[in-house]
């Protein structure tokens, strides 16, 4: 959890308010039908706010279509990244709208990934992969990430 927290800070950080493209590639999720948009995701206001110790942070304000999404099952095509770069196969990764190509200059907002907790084992390679699971709208007021899917699984991407 605290290595999800502080990447995802970071990413936060980097992009606040627009969702900026990758700083090498530009290579985005390919739409599929029946699937959710990276678009509705991105429909979601990051509301930056100050703390009483002066620090900024990130809090989500969801779009009415966003928030009827939450304990829904849904299916997202994006680019995984491995948490756990010594296991082949992942338990949670993080979901992208674009692929990731530098970790120190990827820039996306908190709209443009998704933690994925998986119901079993999944490898994250560099090509999208679809996951089906259960939408959770992170209501934090920090931490950086917006959206988690529960006990996904991938399933396997047709157009």
């Excluded at 990276?38 to 429909?43: A, V």
């Excluded at 509301?47 to 809090?59: I, N």
């Excluded at 990244?81 to 296991?87: I, K, N, P, Q, S």
């Excluded at 999944?122 to 934090?140: D, F, K, N, Q, T």
Aim: proline residues 8%; contains cysteine.
């Amino acid at each position: 959890m605290r290595v999800i927290s502080y990447f995802a800070t970071i990413i936060a950080a980097g992009s606040a308010l627009a969702a900026p493209a990758f700083a090498h590639n530009d290579r985005l999720a390919p739409n599929v039908p029946g699937t959710l948009s990276w678009d509705t995701l991105e429909e979601t206001e990051a509301v930056e706010w100050t703390d009483a110790q002066g620090a900024s942070h990130l809090k989500p304000s969801f779009p009415g279509d966003v928030a009827a999404l939450d304990g829904t099952k849904v299916k997202l095509v994006g680019f995984p990244m491995a948490l756990d770069e010594a296991d082949a196969k992942q338990h949670r990764m993080l979901l992208f709208a674009a692929q990731p190509d530098c970790f120190f200059h990827m820039s996306p907002g908190p709209q443009r990934f998704v933690e994925a907790r998986l119901s079993g084992p999944v490898s994250a390679g560099s090509e999208p992969i679809m996951l089906s699971g259960r939408m959770e709208l992170v209501r934090a007021d920090r931490g950086g990430v917006f959206y988690r899917l529960i006990d996904a699984q991938q399933v396997p991407i047709q157009p």
